[in-house]
T-cell receptor, first 109, second 116 residues
Framework: SQKIEQNSEALNIQEGKTATLTCNYTNYSPAYLQWYRQDPGRGPVFLLLIRENEKEKRKERLKVTFDTTLKQSLFHITASQPADSATYLCALDDYKLSFGAGTTVTVRA | GAVVSQHPSRVICKSGTSVKIECRSLDFQATTMFWYRQFPKQSLMLMATSNEGSKATYEQGVEKDKFLINHASLTLSTLTVTSAHPEDSSFYIC????????????FGPGTRLTVL
């Protein structure tokens, strides 16, 4: 069966450190993978999209990698700030978006 | 970026009644809109894909007669939960895209439905 797993439900880190989130999937062949941010009681907000032929993508303090052999994507938030505290969702795109359950990141000041 | 709105943001209704949720793309024309449902601490689950002027495509396990979707224009899609029951209580989120899902989707703020 198809499955998307995000490493842990919650991640607590100190301000200034790098947060690394993992998204693993099975029985999918996504052409694209997307990462979203979701705040409590709100809809997701698009952050980054990475294609299957791209190894890495960056946007400001965010970096995403995509390894189709390992069937894994890593999402990094560098120099984290308390404002980065939110739930981060990975979504696989193989004709429709299928979401992971998310990892809630809390950045302590 | 593009803005998608939803109305209402919260609704409480009695069991057996029907509830309509609107999803609007405010500054762009959305050829495709998607409806998702999210239960607490769970992932968003796609319910249906709606294309302007045609019937919605429902995901497996989603009752099309219970969740009526109408995409009457390029800026408006509606989801009607008919004969709502407590188990329908959830967070309903729409998104809009320009073309296939192989592009950024713009999500609405969501509608919290509580059925008593």
């Amino acid at each position: 069966s198809q499955k998307i797993e995000q490493n842990s439900e919650a991640l607590n880190i100190q301000e200034g450190k790098t947060a690394t989130l993992t998204c693993n999937y099975t029985n999918y062949s996504p052409a694209y993978l997307q990462w979203y941010r979701q705040d409590p009681g709100r809809g997701p907000v698009f952050l980054l999209l990475i294609r299957e032929n791209e190894k890495e993508k960056r946007k400001e303090r965010l970096k995403v990698t995509f390894d189709t052999t390992l069937k894994q994507s890593l999402f990094h938030i560098t120099a984290s700030q308390p404002a980065d505290s939110a739930t981060y969702l990975c979504a696989l795109d193989d004709y429709k978006l299928s979401f992971g359950a998310g990892t809630t990141v809390t950045v302590r000041a | 970026g593009a803005v998608v709105s939803q109305h209402p943001s919260r609704v409480i209704c009695k069991s057996g009644t029907s509830v309509k949720i609107e999803c609007r793309s405010l500054d762009f024309q959305a050829t495709t809109m998607f409806w998702y449902r999210q239960f607490p601490k769970q992932s968003l689950m796609l319910m249906a894909t709606s294309n302007e002027g045609s019937k919605a495509t429902y995901e497996q396990g989603v009752e099309k007669d219970k969740f009526l979707i109408n995409h009457a224009s390029l800026t408006l899609s509606t989801l009607t939960v008919t004969s709502a029951h407590p188990e329908d209580s959830s967070f309903y989120i729409c998104s809009a895209g320009q073309g296939s899902s192989y592009n950024e989707q713009f999500f609405g703020p969501g509608t919290r439905l509580t059925v008593l």
